[in-house]
């Protein structure tokens, strides 16, 4: 069930197992795989129902002239040993044989998930308790504690089944706990409850929504091992000889095997049939809901070029005739697109030209979907999947960033580009210690030798600023503090001595004092190695505090760029000053006095 | 002398972990803060300094292991659901998170209905209220029939606002509520708050790691740091003049969006720390 808990993302796209609207069921309807499952579910229910009126013999009347009869008009499917008529059995036994396994279900489920939604919302002794019975339930063996209990306690179908389904309740009890635990630290959670609401209440608005749709797919899972188990101890001559179920017909069918081979095949064929259908039910269901959007189709040739280009609206380019230093990153009119479900790009990034010299200090700044973060990837090679580079040149020191592919991109993001991602803890492997991770970095890309590669990891931290690096280059990440991650994240970006640095967010997650250590560390390396820098921001400070020209980005576009001095002092472009208007002066009025409400008339 | 809305009084807050002996994590250490009716009181600090958990015990969703909380002459600090519910009408929340707050299988009206059919408003009613929710936080009148994932971040931020509001409290916890908005969208619902604030006369604890922002909104500031209050007082003084170590490097730290006052706030900086 790993694969359902994983979903709970906090991406904002992120799909919920959650069934949320009608569109769902459609959507399973209109998969192939989903209406063969839903064609035989619906038969199979039919025929449980109405087997009564669709027998054309009594099913248990004995027809001495019929044993073991083939196939014929009279006798579809033939007759069993005792002359009785196994198309009439069939439809008898789907009753029993789907009744049983819907019983151990339902138990399993009325068990399992409300032990698992009260231990899971209150937590605590709930919680304990739910966990001792469950782990105590799983230790005992299944099928022998059916074997006992229809040892002392007589072989009937339902009683079996219903112990069956008590046997069963962890599966439901664990995937309905981890759920709720999810969902109980959502803030809608916590919102209702500031609301005021009951937790009955919560329980049923806010938290058996989401646990619905995983659950009936685990039924689905859950009916067919339940058959499978009941067929298997009618087989073996456990069950309930009055009632007539598929594993009871199994089992006749087996002592004739060498004479009357078809009569082991039709049960089987049905029990396989059902059996497939509720998999295929459950995983198709699994399969729409955690479908982002529809299908996606593959991209043609016409459609990279089919995309709808962009109206050029110039951006304002500040002269910058002081600009030093030679072109180390050329970007002209760069356009990416995403591959949509109808085979079209949603293009992200539209005509974006920016250049980068070497040893400037660029800031990329824009709000969230502004492409800034795009642009960056796209210098690194590292879109995502659907990404395109669209048009437009990307060139790196005279080399062409659109022309090269794996290996030799490898080697240049590696040695010549590297990259400070936003999230420092998240882009360091808690399995490995700071220092092997900083090793194996400056072995492969500089060819150093183990020793030599220690010596230099060690100067590294040393010249970010850890007090005592030793100890980090032996730390486990999840023993160092973001700050600190962040810093070796930086010795990691600088120890292939780059030409550029493409740091995206640097400290968007750390705090302001921390921040403000960074930056200074960023400073100062910059200005002791020269390297380039490329830094993505939404923050103007952290903008003030570190670039030398800025390229403001909108919508996929860059409106402005131009000297630090003259963005800030001089914006023309409209976003550019609706930006810097939006900031917060903290040299400018506070609130001000608090005035009692009674000054003021009323509300 | 106005009387105090809210006066929390040497409030701590313990957690405690699963394992037997083991001290818990004191996430406040004795906090004193008090609002009067229609204040904004701001509360800053960096991550993990405790800020959050005081707003959330304000909520009554921490566990207050000493201390009193006193809500109109009345300690909350231990209420039950059943108190919370009748102190529900008076205080209510806005979270920073606008994609988790608001729960994306019900539609803008249930949302918003919902506080108001928990204190047993009729279903009518509700929706005639909601209707004025949503025109207060600028959102258009059709805005109840979608569901939440067809809302930017400011728009979901307003629907969070326009359910706090439903139940006319005097009390609202703004939990961060503008720190996962982008700048210029910030702005906007920064202005939103404090619209709202001038016109309903409604007290906010306003929970945030920016100094400018509680700055603009506040009337009284404190700086919390490491579950402790390390300064408390007028906006003004603590945010422009700080007193304390701590409150100076934190103003300290906040970069000047301008690259020459940033120079100078830079070695400002390089000489508070160089000093301490």
Known sequence: ?603 | MTELLLDVRNVEVTYHGKKIGKHGFKALKGVSLDIRPGEVVGLVGESGCGKTTLGRAILGLAPVTAGEIIFEGRDIAHASRAERKEIARDIQVVFQDPYTSLNPSMNIEQILSEPLLAQGVSKAEARGRVKDLLDAVALPADAGERRPREFSGGQRQRIAIARALALNPKLIVCDEPVSALDLSTSARVLDLFLEIQERTGVAYLFISHDLAVVRHVSHRVAVMYHGEIVEWGDGDQVTSHPQHPYSKRLMMAAPVPHPTLQAKRREERKALLAAG
């Not at chain 1, 973060?373 to 659907?386: R, Y």
Request: hydrophobic share 45%.
């Open chain 1, 1 to 603: 069930m790993s694969d359902q808990n994983t979903i709970t993302g906090n991406a904002p796209v992120a799909p919920r197992l959650a069934l949320r609207d009608r569109s769902l069921i459609l959507k399973v309807l209109t998969n192939p795989l989903g209406v063969f499952s839903a064609v035989t579910v619906t038969l199979f229910a039919f025929i449980a129902i109405f087997a009564d009126s669709l027998v054309r013999y009594d099913p248990g009347r004995i027809d001495y002239l019929a044993l073991n009869a083939p196939p014929s008009a009279e006798h579809w499917l033939g007759a069993d040993g005792l002359g009785r008529d196994i198309f009439d059995r069939l439809l008898i036994g789907t009753r029993f044989t789907l009744s049983g396994a819907l019983l151990a279900v339902l138990m399993a489920a009325i068990i399992g998930c409300t032990s698992g939604l009260l231990s899971g919302y209150f937590g605590g002794i709930w919680d304990t308790i739910g966990t001792w019975f469950t782990s105590v339930i799983q230790a005992l063996p299944g099928l022998v504690v059916l074997l006992a209990a229809a040892a002392i306690l007589g072989t009937n179908l339902y009683l079996a089944m219903f112990i069956f389904g008590f046997l069963l309740s962890p599966s439901f009890y664990r995937l309905t706990y981890v759920i709720v635990r999810g969902v109980r630290n959502e803030l809608y959670v916590d919102a209702a409850r500031v609301a005021g609401l009951s937790d009955l209440r919560i329980m049923l608005r806010h938290i058996l929504g989401v646990v619905r749709a995983p659950i009936i797919i685990q039924a689905g899972i859950i009916t067919s091992i339940a058959i499978a188990i009941q067929s298997g101890l009618q087989f073996l001559g456990f069950g309930d000889v009055e009632s007539i179920t598929w594993g009871s017909m199994l089992s006749e069918g087996f002592k004739v095997l060498t004479v009357e081979p078809l009569q082991l095949l039709w049960p089987s064929l049905l029990i396989a049939w059902v059996m497939i259908a509720l998999i295929v039910f459950a995983n198709t269901l699994r399969d729409e809901l955690e479908r982002v959007g529809a299908r996606v189709r593959r991209a043609t040739r016409k459609s990279m070029t089919d995309h709808v280009k962009a109206e050029a609206e110039d951006a304002i380019v500040h002269p910058e005739p002081d600009r030093q230093g030679e072109l180390l990153l050329d970007v002209d009119q760069l356009e990416i697109g995403y591959l949509q479900a109808t085979g079209k790009y949603n293009v992200v990034v539209h005509n974006t030209t920016l250049t980068i010299n070497k040893g400037e200090v660029v800031g990329l700044v824009g709000e969230s979907g502004s492409g800034k973060t795009q642009t960056a990837l796209a210098i690194l090679g590292l879109l995502p999947a659907g990404g395109t580079i669209l048009d437009g040149r990307l060139v790196f020191d005279g080399i062409d960033l659109r022309n090269i592919r794996g290996k030799d991109y490898d080697k240049l993001r590696g040695a010549r580009i590297s990259y400070i991602p936003q999230e420092p803890m998240s882009n360091l492997d808690p399995n490995y210690t700071v220092g092997s991770q900083l090793i194996e970095r400056l072995r492969v890309v500089m060819g150093m030798s183990k020793s030599d590669a220690k010596t230099r990891a060690l100067q590294l931290l040393d010249k970010v600023g850890m007090p005592n690096p030793e100890k980090t280059f032996s730390s486990y990440p999840h023993e160092i503090s973001g700050g600190q991650a962040q810093r070796v994240l930086i010795a990691a970006a600088l120890s292939c001595e780059p030409d550029l640095i493409i740091a995206d967010e640097p400290t968007t997650a750390l705090d302001v004092t921390i921040q403000a250590e960074i930056l200074e560390l960023l400073r100062d390396l910059q200005k002791e190695t020269g390297v380039a820098i490329l830094l993505v921001t939404h923050n103007f400070g952290v903008v003030a505090d570190l670039c030398d020209r800025v390229v403001v980005m909108q919508y996929g576009r860059v409106v402005e760029s131009g000297a630090i001095l003259d963005i800030f002092d001089n914006p023309q472009h409209p976003y550019t000053r609706e930006l810097l208007g939006a900031i917060l002066d903290e040299n400018g009025a506070a609130r001000g006095a608090y005035v009692a409400p009674t000054a003021k008339a009323g509300k």
